[in-house]
DNA sequence: AGTCTAATCTGGAATGGTTCCGAAAATGAA
DNA sequence: TTCATTTTCGGAACCATTCCAGATTAGACT
């Protein structure tokens, strides 16, 4: 069970020898404690600006990209909707609502073996993306494809 | 074995009702052509063009976002690098090289049931997404991050 | 407590794939 | 052939994200 925490994330700042800022301690808590949001940058903007006196959009974006880049959380990446944070590492799929982008997690017991795929294909397996796109359980009951015709970017979260 | 061909794209386009355009003739061929590559909008519109006097890119947008919406094709979404397209229906895994770029294809059998989630999410799963990111055969012996400070979009295709 | 340096932050400009839009063109049925 | 409906076109708009250069700061070491 590897979640995030706000003091495992301070820990393993110190140990990477990087600086702890109030800016970074603002983010880690707007990011454990939206956790189940899956937040993206503008909420998690929104949330750690509360927290402290100064803090721009650009800082949000580099500090979650070091963050993902070192593996404190992980980054889910979209298209037609912002980029997603999610702070729990262990192995599951996302189930993204299409309507209202919620993003839920189901857990996944280890059924594939990614040395198996490396043998076979000489690809290196360094991670993994599984996810389940549909309704949820609110949107389950009011379907109607998004308004308007293309559809739109969304921000939700 | 679920695999586009230009015939069965033309007759699904037929019987739903489409309009076959030169546009859209030249777009299926570059389509099934590249197939292997998970060709992005980019490339489809410059192997299309070659094959009609007439193509601009918005149509290569709007077309395969039609195909894709009809599941004539499936369309994979990303953030750092350009959309990409694939033909192939069946059930797999994606390999996408973090390096380079390059989509392989690896074969699932039906390992998750999308009803048990439903059941127990109450989550109703239209679609399903699974990816593995790594390094290709080619690239695992030629590591190094992408060049530059932060990562910038890719567009290889 | 003070200095110093590399790391970090900032805000505005730039990026670029994608979408939008109104008008022109073309398909396929009658 | 005519006509209604799609489809196409091209350029402008969109917008999350990245980039940049200058200002600030955390933390180590006096």
Avoid at 135 to 142: E, I, K, P
Wanted: charged residues 30%; hydrophobic residues 30%.
């Amino acid at each position: 069970m590897k979640q995030i925490t706000k003091e495992g994330l301070v820990r393993q700042l110190r140990e990477k020898g990087f600086k702890i800022t109030p800016q970074r301690r603002a983010i880690i808590e707007a990011l454990v404690d939206n956790r189940p949001l899956h937040p993206g940058a503008h909420l998690i903007f929104e949330e750690a600006k509360k927290k402290t006196k100064s803090l721009s959009l650009s800082t949000v974006y580099a500090t979650m990209g070091e963050f993902s880049q070192h593996g404190l959380v992980k980054s889910l990446e979209f298209d037609r909707m912002d980029n997603r944070y999610e702070g729990n590492l262990d192995e599951h799929v996302n189930l993204i609502c299409k309507r209202c982008g919620r993003i839920e997690d189901y857990p996944l017991p280890a059924l594939i073996e990614p040395k198996e795929i490396a043998g076979k294909m000489g690809f290196r397996v360094m991670d993994a993306r599984m996810e389940y796109y549909g309704f949820c359980r609110d949107c389950v009951t009011n379907q109607s494809d998004l308004p308007g015709g293309r559809m739109r970017r969304n921000r939700k979260s």
